[in-house]
């Protein structure tokens, strides 16, 4: 079965490849480090390394804190951080500088899978949440690297899909795998697709112990200053299409009630940026270009966040925070930003990419749910209407982040035997 497994990527891989050149016509930053998709790339001197593996933007940023704890505690081991998505490699690099080696993740193709650890030689290796890559698993087995699922997740749906096509995953979970879940709901469902109940661990979801950057309450401050008057600021991050339409049509609304409010656009993918534009200048909207430095004019209705690794800032600047990808069926986007900066918290239906984040958020009253832009607006009047209410339910969304931190801390003692270990 593995031989057919094998097969089946090797015919895909091609096409994801093509893809990935294809989207470089809109953005060229895919065409960087093409060669490490398929496991080449610069070899590592000898010595102690661990391996981290973040899929994109949203698992780079939760794993920060991570990676500040591994450089900490093992401080002569280096790190490696791997990623799928330019954004992803573009906040790694901006997150850690040249204290951490970045590079793609290549293809589960085995000889790109041998290429990637011939060059990295990890002791042991951590995945973030869920990536299931047989090759990847298979030699990390055979090569005696301890492998951690950190902060693993699975859902009810992905343990029908690994059930369907389970011939393809038997063997997974070696000795050598451990899996460190969010809930015991997670572990439960590791176990039914084949992970050993002995090493599998609830540690809790790391994004809890999201750090906030100080650099970005002080840019923040600095960016408030600018504002001429007293402005009312709400922020709409990580936006895709289908939800900016509805993001102005609340402003719009909102804007009868209090004129001065300004909305902060920030959509999701950097190769949106300009639709995004074209489509406020259709709209009529008085908007400025993060990007383009110019200052905010008093009658500028929106400010366009077409800038990469300034949400957190933008966040930290306002009085309340729509988190997207949540009024589109794409599974939200990190809550959490907003909710550690005490910021209310504003989202849609769709939130199946962390259901117990938006849970845990909702059951505190620190996430107030709106089904689209007349309940968007509606909530915000009453917001910015109520400087107290405001202030009680940003505090609300502060401590339910407070109290659910430490995974990472539950991580380290997993992760310390297993890199000690093998470093003997």
């Not at 209310?344 to 769709?350: K, T």
Request: charge should be positive; include cysteine.
């Amino acid at each position: 079965m593995h031989r057919l497994y094998n097969l089946l990527v090797r015919l895909l891989a091609p096409a994801a490849f093509s893809l990935v050149l294809a989207r470089g016509f809109r953005d060229r930053a895919y065409w960087q480090a093409l060669r490490e998709r398929f496991g080449f790339g610069r070899a590592l001197p000898a010595g102690p390394r661990i391996w981290l593996h973040a899929v994109s933007m949203g698992e780079v940023a939760a794993a920060a804190p991570l990676v500040r704890a591994l450089r900490s505690s093992h401080p002569h081991h280096a790190i490696v951080l791997t990623t799928a998505t330019p954004t992803g490699r573009a906040r790694a690099r901006a997150l850690f500088g040249a204290e951490v080696d970045v590079r793609y993740l290549p293809y589960d193709l085995p000889g790109a899978v041998r290429r990637f650890l011939n060059r990295t030689q990890p002791l042991a290796a951590m995945i973030m949440e869920t990536e299931l890559w047989p090759n990847l698993f298979t030699e990390c087995a055979q090569r005696k690297v301890p492998l951690v699922l950190a902060s693993a997740r699975l859902s009810a749906k992905s343990v029908a899909r690994y059930r369907r096509f389970g011939f393809l995953f038997r063997n997974l979970f070696t000795e050598n795998v451990v899996i460190a879940a969010q809930t015991s709901e997670d572990a439960a469902r590791f176990a039914a697709i084949g992970a050993r109940r002995e090493r599998t661990h609830i540690v809790g979801n790391v994004k809890f112990d999201i750090a906030i950057d100080p650099a970005a309450i002080a840019a923040a401050k600095e960016f408030q200053g600018q504002l001429s008057g007293e402005r009312l600021v709400w922020v709409a991050g990580s936006t895709h299409a289908g939800e900016e339409e509805q993001m102005l049509d609340a402003h719009a609304i909102l804007c009868t009630e209090l004129p001065s409010a300004l909305l902060i656009l920030a959509p999701r993918h950097p190769n949106r940026f300009d639709a995004v534009a074209a489509l406020l200048t259709r709209r009529g909207c008085r908007f400025v270009r993060r990007s383009a430095g110019a200052a905010i004019a008093p009658d500028a209705q929106i400010l366009l966040a077409d800038t990469v690794g300034e949400l957190v800032m933008f966040y930290a600047s306002a009085e309340a925070a729509f988190v997207g990808g949540s009024l589109v069926p794409i599974g939200g986007h990190n809550l959490l930003e907003p909710a550690a900066l005490g910021v209310p918290v504003l989202a849609g239906p769709s939130e199946f990419n962390a259901p117990d984040i938006a849970a845990l958020l909702s059951r505190e009253g620190a996430l107030h749910r709106v089904a689209g832009a007349p309940e968007l607006a509606a909530a915000l009047c009453r917001l910015f209407g109520d400087p107290g209410e405001r202030q009680r339910v940003g505090a609300l969304a502060r401590a339910a982040v407070e109290l659910n931190r430490g995974s990472v801390a539950r991580l380290l003692r997993l992760v310390e035997p297993l890199a000690t270990a093998a470093d003997c």
